[in-house]
């Protein structure tokens, strides 16, 4: 069935550093691609996302590319902040978005 | 607010009781979901509701698991008989479903602690 697969945690980042956080999935069809984002005690708000190949999602400084070819979705930031620090999930949706698939979360925490 | 609203926030029970929480979509979604999180873990996919249709219920973790949306507005979710391994946020969302894909949203979640 489909998955996603994202890179373990925990990341560890000083302020303004380049932040790579990878992810690949496995589907079938044509997936709808997500970044979600999980501050400590709250639910998973919405980052950025993606419907088609080689769409870029962006959103507060993040990105991500819709590569078919490699079947990924990896998320960057040039210069992070103590802010960032949270959790990041990848997640894909298939034809009929009624099932989303979660990878574990990555953690990041950005030291000042 | 008009985001996904959940309550209790947090629940703490004893094993062996029953719980319900309660969900309010965005209220233009005709879509909402329910999701299990463990610690550590990804949010785990449970059941949703198109309107009052329950069209997908088979990864309910067991049959103490049930969610209802009678008026296809707002959601329950009951957990009977409760077991510490049900402890876990247990997560609510909603999207518009007219053509093709629409974006999931989530609420915040209610944290449930079986002692």
């Known amino acids: 069935g489909d998955s996603v697969t994202q890179m373990e945690g925990p990341v560890t980042l000083s302020e303004e550093a380049f932040l790579t956080i990878n992810c690949t999935y496995t589907?079938?069809?044509?997936?709808?691609l997500f970044w979600y984002v999980q501050y400590p005690g709250e639910g998973l708000q919405l980052l950025l996302k993606?419907?088609?190949?080689?769409d870029k999602g962006s959103n507060k400084g993040f990105e991500a590319t819709y590569r078919k070819e490699t079947t990924s979705f990896h998320l960057e930031k040039g210069s992070v902040q103590v802010s960032d620090s949270a959790v990041y999930f990848c997640a894909l949706s298939g034809n009929n978005n009624n099932d989303m698939r979660f990878g574990a979360g990555t953690r990041l925490t950005v030291k000042p | 607010d008009t985001g996904v609203s959940q309550n209790p926030r947090h629940k703490i029970t004893k094993r062996g009781q029953n719980v319900t929480f309660r969900c309010d979509p965005i209220?233009?979604?005709?879509?909402l979901y329910w999701y299990r999180q463990t610690l550590g873990q990804g949010p785990e996919f449970l059941t949703y509701f198109q309107n009052e249709a329950q069209l997908e219920k088979s990864r309910l973790l067991s049959d103490r698991f049930s969610a209802e949306r009678p008026k296809g507005s707002f959601s329950t979710l009951e957990i009977q008989r409760t077991e510490q391994g049900d402890s876990a946020m247990y997560l609510c969302?909603?999207?518009?479903?007219?053509?093709?894909?629409?974006?999931?949203?989530f609420g915040e979640g209610s944290w449930l602690t079986v002692v």
């Open positions: 589907a079938t069809g044509y997936p709808s």
């Open positions: 993606a419907t088609k190949a080689d």
């Open positions: 209220s233009e979604h005709n879509r």
């Open positions: 969302a909603s999207s518009s479903h007219d053509r093709g894909r629409n974006t999931i949203y």
